[in-house]
């Protein structure tokens, strides 16, 4: 968005989720930008205040990013609406757009499969964070320098699998883990690194905005991903100099070339 916004001839606005310490990083940037809710089905209020914020702007392009932002966003004669998929989701939440937007071959593809129109999907991936940053002091979090440092980053979600680095941990003795992120299998994550006997090698480190600094001071990143549309942390890694090991999922598993895609004139830019 903030890339898009240095362009002249593009007046845009993003309606985010309302972090914050995202919120304010775009404003930052010189981003005009709001925060909504994005709630569930329930969640009235919120999607009609994100509706008439939307009209006010009066956009002639909006492009949503995942489930909530383009389910509460019509289909309207007075701008066009592209959806923007980072994963494998159900098309039922995406079936009312005018173009598309896969972050890889592969969930073009199932975009393509779904049935939607091949010639109004276009590729576009994520790009990674390359802002030159200083490596954390080794001992951070309690942590002993003398051991191999593991870092895994995402959301604590069943998709990322961190149970399964957890199981492989326990039979990598003095290695010690940084697990970034937070989810709702945030309990059960805990619970298992528990019964495991880990929690002397493993910190769980919340929702961090400093992945790039982790990525380099440890000695190792891991992706240990069940299902990954792209793995954007992945080019992060390796634009850092951080060593990788990732699963054979989805994204990682192939590259990703880059592809340009011209713009129309205003935009906004939905996401949850």
């Known amino acids: 968005m903030a890339g898009l916004n240095e362009r002249p001839e593009l007046e845009v606005n ?31 209020l919120g999607r009609r205040a994100y509706r008439q914020a939307l009209d006010a702007f009066e ?10 932002a383009s389910i509460s966003t019509p289909k309207s004669n007075r ?18 757009a005018d173009y598309w937007v896969g972050i890889s071959k592969g969930i073009c593809k199932h975009l393509i499969d779904g049935g939607i129109p091949a010639d109004r999907v276009v590729q576009i991936p994520n790009f990674a964070d390359e802002t030159p940053v200083e490596p954390l002091p080794r001992d951070s979090f309690d942590t002993p320098t003398d051991r ?33 992120g937070s989810g709702p299998e945030e309990t059960s994550l805990k619970a298992l690194c528990s019964q495991l006997g880990l929690d002397e090698r493993v910190r769980f480190l919340g929702w961090r905005d400093d992945v790039t600094t982790l ?46 895609a011209d713009s129309s004139p205003r935009w906004t830019t939905p996401a949850h």
């Open 79 to 96: 701008y066009l609406l592209v959806n923007r998929l980072g994963h494998y989701y159900n098309l039922k939440y995406y079936r009312h």
């Open 148 to 180: 191999p440092l593991i870092l895994a980053a995402g959301r604590l979600h069943v998709n990322k699998a961190f149970d399964v680095l957890l199981h492989a941990l326990a039979d990598l003795p003095d290695v010690m883990l940084w697990l970034a």
């Open 14 to 44: 993003a309606f985010i989720r309302n972090h914050a310490h995202r919120v304010e990083a775009l404003r930052q940037s010189g981003v005009t930008t709001q925060g909504f809710r994005f709630g569930g089905k329930l969640d009235v």
């Open 59 to 68: 956009p002639e392009v909006v492009m949503t990013w995942m489930n909530r």
């Open 215 to 260: 990525m380099r001071t440890a000695d190792l990143f891991v992706c240990p991903s069940r299902h990954e549309g792209l793995g954007s942390i992945v080019m992060e890694s390796w634009a850092h100099g951080c060593p990788i090991v990732a699963t054979n999922s989805q994204g990682p598993a192939k590259s990703s070339p880059m592809v340009s």
